[in-house]
C-alpha cells in the first residue's frame, strides 16, 4: 500500500499563493495517475489537477484552470500543486491521491474522477480569506 503525506496547506488572503507537496512512499508500475483532489465541508470530493504518470499529460479542473499547476518529481518522489490568485471558494481540505498501474492511460475527464485513485493522503487544509 503506498503511503501519501500532504503538507504545504495553509491560511492565506485572497489573490495570494501556496505550493502544496506530497511525498510518496514508493513508486510502481509505468503508467499510472496522481491527483490532487479536495473537499469543502458540505460538498463532495472533486478532482482539482490530476497527471498521468506514463505520458505526463494533466488534467484541471475548470474552476482552477490558469491558476494551479500540477507537477511530479520522480527523483524526489513527490507530486506539488503550485495555486496562485487564491480565493475564498479554494477552501478546502485538499488530498493527494494515487491511483494503480492500469497500462493505459486515463482521459482528461477520467483522470480526476476519484473512482480511478485507490490510495489517498490525510488531507492538509486550505483556507483563503477575503
Known amino acids: 500500500q503506498v503511503q501519501l503525506v500532504e503538507s504545504g496547506g495553509g491560511s492565506v488572503q485572497a489573490g495570494g499563493s501556496l505550493r502544496l507537496s506530497c511525498a510518496a512512499s514508493?513508486?510502481?508500475?509505468?503508467?499510472?495517475?496522481m491527483a490532487w483532489f479536495r473537499q469543502a465541508p458540505g460538498k463532495e470530493r472533486e478532482g482539482v489537477a490530476a497527471i498521468d504518470s506514463g505520458t505526463g499529460s494533466t488534467s484541471y479542473a475548470d474552476s482552477v484552470k490558469g491558476r494551479f499547476t500540477i507537477s511530479k518529481d520522480n527523483a524526489k518522489n513527490t507530486l506539488d500543486l503550485q495555486m496562485n490568485s487564491l480565493k475564498p471558494e479554494d477552501t478546502a481540505m485538499y488530498y493527494c491521491?494515487?491511483?494503480?498501474?492500469?497500462?493505459?492511460?486515463?482521459?482528461?475527464?477520467?483522470?480526476?474522477?476519484?473512482?480511478?485513485?485507490?490510495?489517498w493522503g490525510q488531507g492538509t487544509q486550505v483556507t483563503v480569506s477575503s
Open positions: 514508493k513508486y510502481t508500475g509505468s503508467t499510472y495517475p
Open positions: 491521491a494515487r491511483g494503480p498501474s492500469r497500462g493505459y492511460a486515463l482521459t482528461t475527464r477520467q483522470l480526476l474522477l476519484a473512482f480511478y485513485y485507490n490510495s
